[in-house]
């Protein structure tokens, strides 16, 4: 099974509609994060959760938010869809690393979500 | 504004030569580096990772830091075609005590083998 799953993997809704993408992970880390891609524009952070009690805005957060369930589990919701919201979203996951060593910061991707407003 | 930066390709090699991939970044005080490809349509996984100055090598790829120029490379000998894909460049910026609040991604490189 993956490590990172999220949920749905394709969705088309109309402009104006509520949505819910879900994140979950089996590693055991700590740090999600929610991306979303645009061709030309490359890999954009929308939010990011340390832990259940700790979630930030990333560059693009306006339109979105976002709810940490538990430490396996982050959705990101967009109240009001619109049509440059579509986008391939990512889900990721990192773990914590005090020392700052070999494989600090490391993320792993689930496999996205394509989504279409239309 | 932390910043990363790729030529957007595409950068076609024939099979068999070594791919070359730059990347530039604009945070002096970056920590953590990262090549990760991506196929079309599918997630980015991870090529390599480096943190110090100086090559790091993992069978085919190498990955080269420079932190003073603020550059790094990802190199790929005896490329083959499974290699065509787009090639991420990653930055982070350590907070203290350390933790990732996220990468900076660059555009991406994209990358042809030709049989």
């Known amino acids: 099974d993956a490590d990172v799953t999220q949920t749905p993997r394709n969705r088309i809704t109309k402009t104006g509609k509520r949505i819910m993408l879900e994140c979950s992970q089996t590693?055991?880390?700590?740090?999600m994060y929610w991306y979303r891609q645009d061709p030309g524009l490359g890999l954009r952070l929308i939010y990011y959760?340390?832990?259940?009690?700790?979630?930030n805005k990333g560059e693009i957060s306006d339109g979105y938010s976002v709810s940490r369930q538990a430490q396996a589990k982050f959705s990101l919701s967009l109240e009001s869809a619109i049509p440059n919201q579509t986008a391939l979203y990512f889900c990721a996951t990192s773990d914590f690393f005090g020392d700052r060593g070999e494989g600090a910061d490391t993320q792993y991707f689930g496999p996205g979500t394509r989504l279409t407003v239309l | 504004q932390k910043e990363v930066e790729q030529n957007s390709g595409p950068l076609s090699v024939p099979e068999g030569a070594i791919a070359s991939l730059n990347c530039t970044y604009s945070d002096r005080v970056s920590q953590s580096f990262f090549w990760y490809r991506q196929y079309s349509g599918k997630s980015p996984e991870l090529i390599m990772s480096i943190y110090s100055n100086g090559d790091k090598e993992d069978g085919r790829f190498t990955a080269q830091l420079n932190k003073a120029s603020q550059y790094v490379s990802l190199l790929i000998r005896d490329s083959q075609p499974s290699d065509s894909a787009t090639y991420l460049c990653a930055v982070n910026i350590g907070r203290s005590g350390g933790g990732a609040d996220g990468l900076t991604f660059g555009k991406g490189t994209h990358l042809i083998i030709q049989p």
């Open positions: 959760s340390f832990d259940v009690k700790d979630i």
């Open positions: 590693k055991g880390h700590d740090r």
